[in-house]
């Protein structure tokens, strides 16, 4: 199939590409580069030996996505263009309410216009809320404490109302849980802007030398050893995730969580990082993180009976694949 990868110069949309183009797929990505480079591109065809076609547009345009329509017999799309920062989104809520919301609505509408009929959407485990562990499709969505993550419940819905009326379009909304690692070649991976946010990529920089220490979020969580407890998937399963949705993909909304089914708490993900890379990780204890949750793990089962799919990478690849691409990455 003629897949069109919004976001796909980014951290989980390039690994899509390799994924897509290694089962067989022809990409064609739309980035606006805004938190991306260009040369991922180019590693994406390095690592493949394929060729992608690269438009550098903003998803919200709906003038140039359209050119990209009329070029090209697209087949189906995966929507993973987006601002991500949580901080970020409290702090500018109308540039993520816009930014996500829009970029979901233009394409929507080109989908239909041009008679696309599959699509792919980027949700985050983030739309449960501080639901029970494990997580299951059918819970009810609580409300999320940051509007990046009431952007992913609201596309949830506009793309579910659009299937409600267009009876052959087919939507796959997949959550994500925690995306970590890289790709074995240590060619992509992530690469955030500035001070990391998020574990993986901060335990990364203070293995380096970047940062003095980790601090960890509290330690007196109900769980295993007081520290947060995640459910860490490697970005490579998680590709592979998107393909096997794709492939499978029939009329109608399908929800499926893309997790482990596994619980990993803070201090197990330090140790399993220093023991799998033989490297220390200084860290201190500090206060929580407003508006973080104890636990947060998928109920796995509906992907693996439905589209086949289960994650099957561990801890010790994502910390191995981890530190590799941040050794390798300047
Ligand atoms: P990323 O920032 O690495 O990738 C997003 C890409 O989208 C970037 O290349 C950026 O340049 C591009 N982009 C953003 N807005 C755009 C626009 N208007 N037009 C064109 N391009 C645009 O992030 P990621 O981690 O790869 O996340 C991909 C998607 O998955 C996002 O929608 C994110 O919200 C979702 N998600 C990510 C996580 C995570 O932990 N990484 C978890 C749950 C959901
Ligand atoms: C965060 C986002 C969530 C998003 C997800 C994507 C918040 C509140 N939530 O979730 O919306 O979908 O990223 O991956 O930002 N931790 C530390 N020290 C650090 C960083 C994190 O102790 O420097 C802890 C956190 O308290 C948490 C765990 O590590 O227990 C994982 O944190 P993080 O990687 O930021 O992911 P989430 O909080 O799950």
């Known amino acids: 199939m003629n897949i069109l990868v919004t976001g796909g110069a980014g951290y989980i949309g390039s690994h899509t590409c ?23 591109i180019d590693k994406i065809k390095q690592i493949t030996n394929k060729e992608v076609t690269f438009y550098k547009i903003d998803v919200t345009d709906e003038v140039a996505l359209e050119v990209v329509f009329a070029t090209h017999k697209i087949d189906g799309v995966i929507h993973f263009a987006g601002l991500k920062a949580v901080g970020e989104s409290v702090e500018n809520p109308l540039e993520y309410y816009y930014n996500n919301l829009v970029s ?46 009431e952007t992913k419940a609201m596309s949830e819905r506009i793309l579910t109302d659009i299937a409600k009326v267009n009876p052959d379009f ?20 992530e690469a955030p802007n500035g ?10 920089k203070v293995a380096k030398g970047e940062l003095d220490k980790l601090r960890i979020f509290g330690n007196d969580y109900l769980t295993v050893d007081g520290t947060g407890v995640r459910d860490y998937i490697h970005v490579v399963d998680l590709a592979e ?40 990780v ?31 990478r561990g801890i010790v690849e994502m910390c191995r694949d981890a530190w590799r691409f941040e050794k390798n990455h300047k």
């Open 282 to 312: 200084p860290y201190e204890i500090v206060e929580r993180r407003t508006g973080d949750i104890a636990s947060c793990y998928a109920d796995v089962r509906k992907a693996r009976n439905e589209i086949g799919w289960t994650a099957k």
């Open 195 to 204: 001070i990391p946010n998020n574990l993986m990529p901060y335990i990364t």
């Open 18 to 40: 390799v994924a897509l183009l290694e089962a067989g797929h022809t990409v064609i990505v739309a980035d606006n580069l805004c938190n991306s480079k260009a040369e991922t």
């Open 241 to 280: 995730g998107h393909v096997a949705a794709l492939d499978k993909l029939t009329a109608g909304v399908h929800i499926y969580n893309l997790g482990t089914g596994e619980g990993t708490s803070v201090l197990q993900l330090v140790k399993a990082f220093e023991e799998a890379n033989n490297i220390e």
């Open 104 to 149: 979901t609505m233009v394409l929507s509408k080109l989908c239909k216009k041009y008679n696309v009929n599959k699509f792919v959407f980027s949700s985050s485990a983030t739309v449960y809320g501080d639901n029970k562990v494990p997580f299951v499709e059918t819970m009810n969505l609580l409300p999320t404490t940051n509007p990046y993550g």
């Open 170 to 189: 087919s939507v796959a909304l997949l959550r994500y849980f925690n995306p970590v690692g890289a790709h074995e070649s240590g060619v992509i991976g």
